[in-house]
């Protein structure tokens, strides 16, 4: 029989993409959270003046010098002979 030349059937193309390297998500490190509140101011308790203190004592009633009532003495009767 003529002699057939039959080329060897290709192997299976596989496509086989290079494997895609670990993806490692790095996220940048945040930088250092300094809390830097501003100092608060320094705290100085001022008391509120006391109001001046007025002693205000009543007034003396006005003293009225009441003299005893005067007796008038009455000279005794004469004595009647």
Same mark, same amino acid.
Request: net charge positive.
């Given at each position: 029989?003529?002699?057939?030349?039959?080329?060897?059937p !290709? %192997? /299976?193309? @596989?496509?086989?993409?290079?494997p895609? *390297?670990p993806?490692? &998500?790095? #996220?940048? $490190? +945040? =930088?250092?959270?300094?809390?830097?509140?501003?100092p !608060? %101011? /320094?705290? @100085?308790?001022?008391s509120?003046?006391? *109001?001046?203190?007025? &002693?205000? #004592?009543? $007034? +003396? =009633?006005?003293?009225?010098?009441?003299?005893?009532?005067s007796?008038?003495?009455?000279?005794?009767?004469?004595?009647?002979?």
């Amino acid at each position: 029989p003529p002699y057939v030349y039959k080329s060897p059937p !290709p %192997p /299976p193309y @596989v496509y086989s993409s290079p494997p895609p *390297p670990p993806y490692v &998500y790095k #996220s940048p $490190p +945040p =930088p250092p959270y300094v809390y830097s509140s501003p100092p !608060p %101011p /320094p705290y @100085v308790y001022k008391s509120p003046p006391p *109001p001046p203190y007025v &002693y205000s #004592s009543p $007034p +003396p =009633p006005p003293y009225v010098y009441k003299s005893p009532p005067s007796y008038s003495y009455s000279s005794p009767p004469p004595p009647i002979y």
